[in-house]
């Protein structure tokens, strides 16, 4: 079975650029999650979506960041304008909708804003 | 405030012992607590889960404890290898929301 697939896995941008990440969770899956890991801050939950609908986002730093999930096997988080602290890798996760799974994460995308 | 802690040093240790790893929260009740493992490049992979009134599970060579009065959960591979070295996560869930939080990890290093 494919496992959660991101893309892009690396991205170099300047400050200023919009940069835009996907992700396709695992099919029959009715939660994802989109995390950012850093040295000093480890991984940190933005946004979790239920069935396409966004349930927390009290993770997502600022106004700069934003994601959607259109339907089931896609989302999106977009960083508009992006600055040099939005430097990290960003993983998205996905679980089955029933209490205590584990979640399944992708490889993620390193992002390098210049 | 709510805080997890794990050992941001490194844990170094010879082939064939058994590695134990600390995982220690304060300010939360989680109804259950899962441990991940992520190699260098790579997503977080789960590994094992146990709940709230479970004291321990077993899983091949891991082993993991809860001890929600300590608010500790305890991590250990037995007969270590080289292979198991990378970083492992763990994290806490405090309902049904599927929701984790994650501590920042310990990184085990196997050495022959």
């Known amino acids: 079975d494919a496992g959660v697939i991101q893309s892009p896995r690396h991205e170099v941008t300047e400050m200023g650029q919009e940069v835009t990440l996907r992700c396709k969770p695992i099919?029959?899956?009715?939660?994802l999650f989109w995390y950012r890991q850093t040295m000093m801050r480890g991984l940190e939950l933005l946004i979790y979506?239920?069935?396409?609908?966004?349930?927390?986002d009290s993770g997502m730093p600022e106004d700069r960041f934003s994601a959607k999930m259109p339907n089931a096997s896609f989302s999106t988080l977009k960083i508009q304008p992006s600055e040099p602290r939005d430097s990290a890798v960003y993983f998205c996760?996905?679980?089955?909708?029933?209490?205590?799974?584990?979640?399944?994460f992708g490889d993620g995308t390193r992002l390098s804003i210049l | 405030s709510q805080k997890i802690e794990q050992n941001s040093e490194a844990l170094n240790i010879q082939e064939g012992k058994t590695a134990t790893l600390t995982c220690n929260y304060t300010?939360?009740?989680?109804?259950?607590l899962q441990w991940y493992r992520q190699d260098p490049g790579r997503g977080p992979v789960f590994l094992l889960l146990?709940?709230?009134?479970?004291k321990e599970k077993r899983k091949e060579r891991l082993k993991v404890t809860f001890d929600t009065t300590l608010k500790q959960s305890l991590f250990h591979i037995t007969a270590s290898q080289p292979a198991d070295s990378a970083t492992y996560l763990c994290?806490?869930?405090?309902?049904?929301?599927?929701?984790?939080?994650f501590g920042t990890g310990t990184r085990l290093q196997v050495t022959l």
């Open positions: 996760a996905s679980s089955s909708d029933y209490s205590n799974q584990p979640q399944h």
């Open positions: 099919s029959g899956h009715d939660y």
């Open positions: 979506f239920n069935n396409n609908v966004p349930i927390d």
């Open positions: 300010n939360y009740s989680p109804a259950y």
């Open positions: 146990i709940r709230e009134n479970e």
């Open positions: 994290a806490l869930g405090t309902g049904t929301a599927s929701k984790l939080t």
